[in-house]
């Protein structure tokens, strides 16, 4: 095979990109998952608001990886997409997610950040509030920056949970 032939299938350092990257994504989810069941019981008003947040975060993240990358197409175009299958099948597949990713890329991206940002709000943090107003050009550069403001929102509410200052 010549350098000038395409390979088939996707770039082998994509791939390796997303699967290390979700990796990173289930250990943080993992490691929230403990922190739950360890306290259950403090789980009240506004740390059952944190736990609920972070959990979206993370099966946001969790999905999202594997979407990002590749030619996004016509958001527009995907939206119409999105809203036909979920009218028609009632259900959405992860196939179909990436065949229309341009859309749910964004939808994944948006609703991790939206949580990220209500987290912050509410713990009155003002780094993790800038983390996430940083601009980035590349959607490896927004997925990573998202994760980097999950694992600094799991420290503040592992510290929040548990008294630690």
Same mark, same amino acid.
């Given at each position: 095979?010549?350098?000038?032939?395409? @390979? =088939?299938? =996707?770039?082998?350092?994509?791939?390796?990109?997303?699967?290390?990257?979700?990796?990173?994504?289930?250990?943080? +989810?993992?490691?929230?998952?403990?922190?739950?069941?360890?306290?259950?019981?403090?789980?009240?008003?506004?740390?059952?608001?944190? +736990?609920?947040?972070?959990?979206?975060?993370?099966?946001?993240?969790? @999905?999202?990886?594997?979407?990002?990358?590749?030619?996004?197409?016509?958001?527009?175009?995907?939206?119409?997409?999105?809203?036909?299958?979920?009218?028609?099948?009632?259900?959405?597949?992860? =196939?179909?997610?990436?065949?229309?990713?341009?859309?749910?890329?964004?939808?994944?991206?948006?609703? +991790?950040?939206?949580?990220?940002?209500?987290?912050?709000?509410?713990?009155?943090?003002?780094?993790?509030?800038?983390?996430?107003?940083?601009?980035?050009?590349?959607?490896?550069?927004?997925?990573?920056?998202?994760?980097?403001?999950?694992?600094?929102?799991?420290?503040?509410?592992?510290?929040?949970?548990?008294?630690?200052?």
């Amino acid at each position: 095979m010549t350098d000038e032939k395409k @390979r =088939p299938g =996707p770039d082998p350092e994509h791939v390796m990109w997303m699967v290390q990257n979700r990796k990173r994504t289930q250990e943080t +989810a993992v490691n929230l998952y403990r922190l739950l069941t360890q306290h259950q019981d403090k789980l009240v008003f506004p740390h059952d608001d944190s +736990a609920q947040l972070l959990t979206g975060v993370a099966l946001s993240l969790w @999905r999202g990886v594997f979407l990002v990358g590749g030619d996004l197409g016509n958001r527009s175009h995907n939206a119409i997409n999105v809203l036909g299958e979920m009218l028609q099948s009632n259900a959405i597949t992860f =196939p179909f997610e990436h065949q229309n990713k341009a859309w749910t890329y964004r939808y994944y991206w948006n609703n +991790a950040r939206s949580r990220l940002l209500t987290f912050a709000d509410m713990c009155g943090n003002k780094e993790l509030h800038e983390l996430l107003k940083k601009q980035v050009k590349l959607q490896q550069e927004e997925w990573l920056l998202l994760q980097e403001a999950f694992e600094m929102a799991l420290g503040i509410f592992q510290k929040s949970l548990t008294g630690e200052t």
